[in-house]
């Protein structure tokens, strides 16, 4: 009984050893811990506000650009015409910008400088493809001219906002079949018709220049 209460201290007065020398360890650990994080912390804050000074200065530098084209009876009418067309477009100038500012500081229309005062007006070409099954050359032909004088003169209002004609009728520049599967791998073989055609438009004869204005946009 003396011998297992014997064993029972020693193994008691051993433990308590061992955890007085680990107390140092505990207490550096505890120390060392804190600071990390407190390192860990300055070094996120850092990080952060690294990134919030990129954004700033992409935002100072923020700038959209847009430039419209306009005709006109003479050099006057055509710079007048640009200007409205400047005033209707500048919205998207300020979108580009606002994009690269990111809501950080806001955009505003800082120029509208004229990029050319007057030239000849530059034509607007068309062009259309024509791929189906069941048909025949007359219709392919005939089919891919309509469709690319549309496709010229569409360009042309779009581009000038005025009315359009065709200034070079609709041409076929490639003709030529092909035989298919209906359903890629299988099924009955067709002959299709395929023809390319081309055409050119411009603004109708009254409209003798062209000019164009660029619209810039950048931040306060």
């Not at 107390?23 to 952060?48: A, I, L, V």
């Not at 000038?160 to 599967?181: E, K, L, M, N, P």
Request: some cysteine.
């Amino acid at each position: 009984m003396k011998n297992l209460v014997l064993g029972f201290l020693v193994i008691v007065s051993f433990s308590s050893a061992m955890a007085q020398q680990q107390r140092p360890n505990d207490k550096s650990d505890g120390q060392h811990n804190p600071q990390q994080q407190q390192d860990d912390q300055r070094r996120q804050e850092e990080e952060r506000r690294r990134q919030e000074e990129e954004k700033r200065i992409r935002a100072e530098n923020a700038e959209g650009r847009v430039t419209v084209t306009a005709v006109g009876v003479d050099q006057r009418d055509c710079i007048n015409q640009a200007y409205i067309r400047a005033d209707q477009r500048a919205g998207e100038a300020i979108n580009e910008c606002d994009l690269q500012a990111q809501g950080i500081m806001r955009c505003f229309v800082t120029d509208k400088r004229i990029t050319n005062y007057g030239s000849g007006i530059s034509a607007t070409f068309g062009s259309s493809k024509y791929d189906e099954k069941n048909s025949n050359e007359d219709t392919c032909r005939n089919t891919s001219i309509v469709n690319a004088e549309g496709d010229a003169l569409n360009n042309c209002q779009r581009q000038y906002s005025v009315a359009c004609q065709i200034t070079s009728r609709g041409t076929v520049t490639d003709h030529h079949t092909d035989t298919r599967r209906r359903y890629i791998i299988m099924g009955p073989k067709e002959e299709h018709q395929i023809c390319s055609a081309s055409a050119i438009a411009g603004p109708v004869s009254q409209y003798t220049t062209q000019c164009s204005i660029e619209v810039v946009a950048r931040t306060h």
